[in-house]
Each structure stands twice: as structure tokens, then as C-alpha cells.
């Protein structure tokens, strides 16, 4: 995702329901792998914990998440752009039992008051038994 901004304080997302729009609770959805207490099991999963990291304002997520060869050296999050609902477009592999896949999606953002939104192809894969952000699919 090429716009970076932060969103809810700990208190709202511990509260709420996820970022990422499962419908669950932050605490027992993207809140474990964040905390890094569990770990995405599908390439999805990982993207849907990406997208509620941005909401959050979590970058050491968005960092840990990201594979090493094309992860930034830091991550500032923009504090005027609130990520606000995503959708997942359609995804290919990237399962239980898969080594690669990817995400299609569009996030939801308001900056300045404005609604925006972001489309992209991400590519996933597994380095060191979890999955990782690769980079987006050049359209």
C-alpha cells in the first residue's frame, strides 16, 4: 500500500471490532498478530493484518510483515490519512499448504476530509515458515 497513515488509539481498537472487517473483535482477529502472539495462515490473512496495522498506526507490523529484500529502511505513517474499510477483491493461492500468492483488494481511506481509495495486487510469500508482504503486482 503506497499511502501510509495511522489511525485509532489502543483504547478504541481494543474495544472495536477489527479494521480489517472480519466482523471480530480487534483483540481476537489482527490484535494477536500484531502483538505477535500468533501468525497469519494464509497469504490474506497477512494482508488483512496489514490493512488493520495502517489503521492502527502499527509500523513495527508493517515492517515485520514486509520481506526483507524490498522492506523500507523505516516507515513513517501519515497522521492525516485514516484508513477506513477494505475490501479483498480476490486472492490466488497463497494458502495452508502454498509457498506464494496474492492478494487483490481496495482500501478505503479518508485524508482531509476526503474519501480515497487504493487498489492493488499484492504479492505474498513465505520466508521463515510465515508469510510476508512481497510487493504489488505491476498493472
Given at each position: 500500500m503506497a499511502k501510509r497513515g495511522a489511525g485509532r488509539g489502543a483504547a478504541e481498537r481494543a474495544s472495536g471490532g477489527c479494521p480489517c472487517g472480519s466482523g471480530l473483535p480487534y483483540a481476537d482477529c489482527c490484535g494477536p498478530i500484531h502483538r505477535g502472539t500468533a501468525?497469519?495462515?494464509?497469504?490474506?490473512a497477512l494482508m488483512r493484518s496489514r490493512f488493520s496495522a495502517f489503521a492502527v498506526g502499527d509500523a513495527d507490523h508493517l515492517l515485520r510483515s514486509w520481506h526483507p529484500s524490498t522492506r523500507p529502511a523505516r516507515l513513517r505513517l501519515d497522521p492525516g490519512l485514516r484508513w477506513t474499510r477494505l475490501e479483498i477483491l480476490g486472492s490466488d493461492r497463497g494458502g495452508l499448504f502454498d509457498t506464494a500468492g496474492t492478494v487483490r483488494f481496495r482500501a478505503?481511506?479518508?485524508?482531509?476530509g476526503r474519501p480515497g481509495t487504493l487498489e492493488e495486487h499484492s504479492r505474498f510469500v513465505r520466508e521463515g515458515g510465515g508469510w510476508v508482504y512481497l510487493d504489488a503486482v505491476p498493472e
Open positions: 501468525t497469519a495462515a494464509t497469504a490474506e478505503h481511506y479518508r485524508e482531509a
